[in-house]
């Protein structure tokens, strides 16, 4: 087989990617491990950047995510009881969010891509990627119980943390930068309809708590846990117990809307930073090389700017042989990457409950209240959340 670009992995990354070279006419080859249905349910984010919103409307697949995906103008900071509205619009030059689910939009991606006949491979095993510092990159695995090698000039790597991508990268090439925080969220999916119109985050003495949505019938919702605690611990009645005590407001006007159970899960939280992003022939995008806490809404639209410069390199690349986006891409990206670490930690910090430290509670309380009270505060979290536009380029000096 012989392709331009070989992409492994066929999540939000992966998929968006592909997508934007299809409609240049760049030749792309996506291969996943998981089968369709795996990578069609499996729940992840589910709140877009302004930028995301624009790109996957500017590349034909946004109609389904403005029929259905719910429009936010703001996000509610709940601490001691009281709620305090941060008008992310009215500060942030009138972008918006959109909370319209990672599946959703990965669904919107593979259909697009089936209806063109662009290939497309699921199940695939034993993936291996080969001669990446040359010009000729190849990539092999197994798919439908036959070797396959795949031929292409350059390989994008948006198979996930867990993936082969980045275990391919020289060792001594690579700096990895991560943390570790001392508490998980468990989360859960409920048939309800959302408590509040918008994101409500609460900052509690017994821990975070987080109201989020999918529709107008599924409510999102998350609650801190300890890292090493299991699901098993945490019957229906209990989780609902604990989320009435989080978000309880000290005038008892909010009402916290319960349902059955459709999904749990207990997810540790880290932050993790592989770079460079780039080695020979082999780009890395998302997951593959880096993770943030989920506290700021961060990881799909990081992967999807990873992807957005990606494209536009390889553009340039194959339409007239500029190889300076390319040899650029590491750098512009993690601009990005640094960034929005800096602000899901500063998002996470503040929130988080950090057991057995009274002098950092007293901090993030003061902290809290400075930005409820404070434009300025209240513009810098409204910038990194709808997503920053005005990040610069060129050669990034963080090391």
Same mark, same amino acid.
């Given at each position: 087989?012989?392709?331009?670009?070989?992409?492994?992995? $066929?999540?939000?990354?992966?998929?968006?990617?592909?997508?934007?070279? =299809?409609?240049?006419?760049? =030749?792309?080859?996506?291969?996943?491990?998981?089968?369709?249905?795996? *990578?069609?349910?499996?729940?992840?984010? +589910?709140?877009?950047?302004?930028?995301?919103?624009?790109?996957?409307?500017? $590349?034909?697949?946004?109609?389904?995510?403005? %029929?259905?995906?719910?429009?936010?103008?703001?996000?509610?900071?709940?601490?001691?009881?009281?709620?305090?509205?941060?008008?992310?619009?009215?500060?942030?030059? +009138?972008?918006?969010?959109?909370?319209?689910?990672? !599946?959703?939009?990965?669904?919107?991606?593979?259909?697009?891509?089936?209806?063109?006949? $662009?290939?497309?491979?699921?199940?695939?095993? &034993?993936?291996?990627?080969?001669?990446?510092?040359?010009?000729?990159?190849?990539?092999?695995?197994?798919? &439908?119980?036959?070797?396959?090698?795949?031929?292409?000039?350059?390989?994008?790597?948006?198979?996930?943390?867990?993936?082969?991508?980045? %275990?391919?990268?020289?060792?001594?090439?690579?700096?990895?930068?991560?943390?570790?925080?001392?508490? $998980?969220?468990?989360?859960? @999916?409920?048939?309800?309809?959302?408590?509040?119109?918008?994101? *409500?985050?609460?900052?509690?003495?017994?821990?975070?708590?987080?109201?989020? @949505?999918?529709?107008? =019938?599924?409510?999102?919702?998350?609650?801190?846990?300890?890292?090493?605690?299991?699901?098993?611990?945490?019957?229906?009645?209990?989780?609902?117990? =604990?989320?009435?005590?989080?978000?309880?407001?000290?005038?008892?006007?909010?009402?916290?809307?319960?349902?059955?159970?459709? &999904?749990?899960?207990?997810?540790?939280?880290?932050?993790?930073?592989?770079?460079?992003?780039?080695?020979?022939?082999?780009?890395?995008? /998302?997951?593959?090389?880096?993770?943030?806490?989920? !506290?700021?809404?961060?990881?799909?639209?990081?992967?999807?700017?990873?992807?957005?410069?990606?494209?536009?390199?390889?553009? &340039?690349?194959?339409?007239? +042989?500029?190889?300076?986006?390319?040899?650029?891409?590491?750098?512009?990206?993690?601009? %990005?990457?640094?960034?929005?670490?800096?602000?899901?930690?500063?998002?996470?910090?503040?929130?988080?409950?950090?057991? /057995?430290?009274?002098?950092?509670?007293?901090?993030? %309380?003061?902290?809290?209240?400075?930005?409820?009270?404070?434009?300025?505060?209240?513009?810098?979290?409204?910038?990194?959340?709808?997503?920053?536009?005005?990040?610069?380029?060129?050669?990034?000096?963080?090391?």
């Amino acid at each position: 087989m012989r392709t331009q670009v070989a992409i492994i992995g $066929a999540g939000p990354a992966g998929l968006t990617l592909g997508r934007l070279l =299809e409609r240049e006419g760049i =030749e792309a080859v996506i291969l996943e491990a998981r089968s369709r249905d795996y *990578v069609e349910h499996r729940i992840r984010a +589910g709140v877009l950047e302004q930028g995301t919103v624009d790109l996957l409307t500017d $590349a034909g697949v946004g109609d389904r995510m403005h %029929r259905e995906g719910l429009v936010h103008h703001g996000i509610e900071l709940r601490f001691d009881g009281v709620g305090h509205r941060i008008p992310l619009s009215d500060l942030a030059g +009138g972008r918006v969010i959109v909370v319209y689910g990672q !599946t959703e939009v990965v669904k919107d991606l593979i259909a697009a891509r089936i209806d063109t006949g $662009a290939p497309l491979l699921f199940e695939v095993s &034993d993936v291996s990627l080969h001669d990446v510092e040359t010009d000729r990159p190849t990539v092999r695995f197994t798919h &439908d119980g036959a070797d396959q090698e795949l031929q292409c000039d350059v390989i994008a790597g948006c198979d996930g943390f867990h993936g082969v991508s980045r %275990r391919t990268m020289r060792e001594d090439r690579l700096r990895i930068f991560e943390r570790e925080y001392p508490f $998980a969220w468990l989360g859960i @999916l409920a048939e309800a309809p959302p408590s509040s119109e918008e994101l *409500v985050y609460t900052r509690h003495e017994r821990g975070f708590a987080l109201a989020s @949505l999918r529709s107008p =019938e599924l409510a999102r919702l998350y609650i801190q846990v300890h890292p090493d605690e299991s699901l098993d611990e945490w019957p229906d009645e209990r989780i609902w117990e =604990e989320m009435r005590t989080r978000f309880a407001t000290r005038d008892g006007d909010w009402q916290l809307n319960e349902g059955p159970v459709l &999904d749990r899960l207990i997810a540790p939280m880290r932050s993790f930073v592989a770079e460079p992003m780039r080695h020979g022939r082999l780009f890395l995008a /998302g997951d593959a090389s880096h993770i943030v806490p989920p !506290t700021g809404a961060k990881g799909l639209n990081l992967a999807i700017a990873d992807v957005r410069v990606l494209a536009e390199a390889l553009v &340039d690349f194959y339409r007239g +042989g500029d190889t300076a986006g390319l040899d650029a891409y590491s750098d512009t990206c993690l601009r %990005r990457v640094w960034r929005a670490q800096h602000f899901s930690w500063w998002m996470t910090s503040m929130l988080h409950v950090a057991e /057995g430290d009274a002098f950092g509670a007293q901090l993030m %309380r003061s902290q809290l209240d400075y930005v409820v009270r404070s434009e300025a505060a209240a513009t810098t979290l409204a910038e990194n959340y709808v997503g920053l536009t005005n990040i610069p380029t060129g050669a990034y000096s963080g090391r």
